[in-house]
């Protein structure tokens, strides 16, 4: 063998081990790269899930044991015998006070825990909830679901979770007078579109500093639940959402 024979073999064993070395190197780093992203995941998805499980808690510990023990103490302060014209009106008020503290009450609770999704499911709890805001605010939430598919609750509370931060950041960042949101079923999978007539926002800003929209909220759930979302927005020209959301074979 010439020596530049040998020295053409030496320069492809080294090109072969180089290129070796720059595969295994590369398949590593794209390894741990998905395992890195699967951590942050699971991560994400269990602190969603005990975020969701103490406000299940808080929520059955509010309308199972706060609001019949202030029945309770309204009824025994409701039969007091007095005779005091004064004293009636103070008991009158304080029986009043206690009703309004029920109310508020169950007003947390459901906010906390929507008994309506766990009874009737995703879409009459979404029309409840638009019920709710339309009486509390200037903006007018307007709800239309077609063939909304049954899902499981899991589910069920991420997207609830998700239309619930798009309506208040409509409320509050955006100052819309009117948001549209429109749910479906399409090719295996959940569809839902909203759209407000805000002032907009830069999205590609936003997404670089989401807390203040609660961006990475949304972001979270929908890595959770394996689906897509899209936001079209400008800045005087108001905010559309599209998200899909995968449905298992039985759904």
């Known amino acids: 063998m010439t020596i530049d024979a040998q020295i053409l073999s030496i320069t492809l064993l080294v090109s072969v081990f180089i290129g070796v070395i720059l595969i295994f190197f590369l398949s590593a780093v794209v390894y741990y790269h998905r395992q890195y992203l699967k951590m942050q995941k699971e991560r994400i998805h269990a602190e969603i899930t ?16 706060l609001g019949p023990l202030l029945s309770s103490v309204k009824l025994n302060i409701n039969s007091i015998d007095v005779d005091n014209t004064a004293d009636k009106e103070i008991i009158a008020k304080a029986g009043k006070h206690i009703d309004e503290i029920i109310k508020g009450l169950r007003q947390i609770s459901n906010n906390l825990l929507p008994n309506t999704l766990e009874r009737k499911g995703l879409a009459e709890a979404l029309k409840e909830f638009a ?6 605010n200037a903006m007018a939430i307007e709800v239309q679901c077609i063939e909304t598919p049954s899902l499981a609750k899991d589910k069920e509370i991420h997207v609830f ?20 949101i ?3 079923k399409e090719d295996k999978a959940l569809l839902v579109l909203t759209k407000d007539d805000g002032k907009g926002f830069d999205v590609i800003k936003a997404k670089a500093n989401p807390a203040g929209l609660g961006l990475k909220s949304l972001e979270s759930r929908i890595e959770i639940l394996n689906g897509h979302m899209v936001i ?13 959301i995968p449905l298992d074979a039985n759904q």
């Open 232 to 244: 079209e927005s400008e800045p005087g020209k108001g905010t559309v959402h599209f998200i899909k």
């Open 161 to 180: 979770r998700m239309i619930q931060e798009i309506v208040n950041n409509a409320i509050k960042h955006a100052a819309a007078k009117q948001l549209k």
């Open 50 to 65: 005990i975020q969701e499980n103490e406000r299940k808690r808080i929520a059955t510990d509010l309308h199972d044991s």
């Open 182 to 184: 429109g749910m479906g």
């Open 131 to 136: 019920t709710q805001m339309n009486s509390k």
